[in-house]
């Protein structure tokens, strides 16, 4: 009775583990999850007071497929001001998230058949949505030691004659690693000599960067902007991830094709959040810098705590809001309970179900021998959770 296409799919890892995580919880047990994907702090008031204005002023309406002509003004004059970058409000689909937005997208562009170069470790979606486009994901390995970040040989040797797109993905989910200028421009410079590849870059974590500037591969490499797709939206950056507001910018072909599946599949987003992004692109930054603030504290403090552990290793991430530690040291071995943990997810289902934290297993991202761990938490569980996280770890012999 399924097709083929929904049986080629994954679940999502992360949702799994989170679900699993609250289903502990509400059984009673003692859990501490950093395993979501979405900051812990409540939307900014004048956003929230935008959406309850729309309410009251009976903005109920449908927008356009593409989204209200304001916001897509507002989100132009942004990407000017905040990446320098050149869009019309009709090079910007609004969507139901930057998840949707790269699916429609992906759906727009990819043929059975084409490859879509994917960076491991990568967001858990984009191998899933080439899939759904009958695409195929070609992995891209990256090591520890440069930070999980692809370098221009590995770029070089990925590509082929069937190879239509890549998604690349900065500050990045799951590692919070963020490529400079001089790294995305030697990836551009690769990218210039093969004139038929998309390019997707995800940037939904711009304003989570802790060292220095967001930097698009368009700010390194503008030659490719008749070919890229820039994804972005509101979940992260101002804690709207239950508002489901995104939206691509891009080439006017894309964006046709885009919008035309839009309006087929879903039209635009609801109208109140629409207002409340309207009030995210135009009112004060304050409170989102003061998130970022508390982000990069918790980010201090985390790396400092995981490198205390013993046969733990972390880098210091640039951004989003995630640490990626390499815990292979791990695997293979048995916990003091004698249980066998062979994969990271055998490690993450371990710490979750002995020590209650839950983090997601590297193994869902494409990197065996990590775990994500987000820091969207309280400082206090954050302690809580790290002590637990140890104790977890120093029980495996
Ligand atoms: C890298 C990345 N891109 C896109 C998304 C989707 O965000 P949205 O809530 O806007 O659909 C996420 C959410 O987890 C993400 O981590």
Same mark, same amino acid.
């Given at each position: 009775m399924i097709s083929k296409r929904a049986n080629r799919l994954s679940p999502s890892e992360t949702l799994k583990i989170t679900a699993k995580a609250k289903q502990m919880a509400r059984e009673g047990a003692s859990v501490i999850s950093l *395993?979501? !994907?979405?900051?812990?702090?409540? +939307?900014?008031a004048h956003i929230c007071n935008a959406a309850i204005d729309a309410i009251t002023d009976g903005f109920h309406g449908y927008t356009m497929n593409t989204g209200m002509p304001e916001l897509r003004e507002a989100i132009s004059v942004k990407l000017k001001k905040d990446n320098n970058l050149d869009y019309a409000a009709d090079q910007i689909v609004l969507s139901n998230g930057a998840k949707q937005s790269i699916g429609f997208s992906i759906l727009a562009t990819i043929n059975p058949g084409d490859e879509v170069l994917i960076p491991a470790p #990568?967001?858990? *979606?984009y191998p899933e949505m080439v899939k759904m486009a009958e695409g195929n994901p070609k992995i891209i390995k990256t090591t520890f030691a440069n930070n999980y970040k692809l370098t221009p040989d590995q770029l070089e040797e990925a590509i +082929?004659?069937? +190879?239509k797109a890549i998604i690349l993905c900065t500050p990045s989910n799951p590692t919070g690693a963020c490529y400079t200028k001089n790294e995305l421009k030697a990836l551009g410079d690769i990218l210039e000599k093969h004139p038929d590849i998309i390019i997707f870059s995800d940037?939904? #974590?711009? #304003?989570?960067?802790?060292? !220095?500037e967001h930097t698009s591969i368009l700010n390194a490499s503008p030659a490719l902007k008749d070919r890229t797709v820039i994804i972005n939206g509101f979940s992260k950056g101002f804690a709207m991830t239950g508002w489901r507001l995104g939206y691509m910018a891009g080439p006017k072909t894309i964006v046709a094709a885009m919008a035309k599946i839009q309006s087929q599949e879903t *039209?635009?987003? *609801?109208s109140i959040s629409q207002k409340a992004g309207l009030a995210a692109y135009t009112g004060t930054m304050k409170p989102i810098l003061e998130m970022r603030e508390a982000f990069r504290e918790r980010r201090d403090f985390i790396v400092h705590a995981l490198r205390e552990i013993n046969g733990v290793e972390c880098f210091t991430p640039s951004g989003a809001f995630y640490v990626f530690p390499d815990i292979?040291?791990?695997? !293979?071995r048995e916990t003091s309970d004698g249980e066998k943990i062979e994969t990271s997810t055998d490690l993450c289902i371990y710490l979750l179900e002995k020590h209650g934290v839950a983090t997601v297993p590297g193994d869902a991202f494409g990197e065996p021998n990590g775990l994500r761990i987000s820091y969207a938490a309280s400082m206090e569980q954050l302690n809580e959770a790290m002590t637990r996280f140890k104790n977890g770890l120093s029980q495996i012999n």
């Open positions: *395993s979501a !994907g979405e900051p812990d702090f409540k +939307t900014p #990568y967001w858990v *979606s +082929t004659n069937k +190879t940037e939904i #974590y711009e #304003y989570i960067v802790f060292d !220095g *039209s635009a987003p *609801s292979h040291q791990f695997l !293979g």
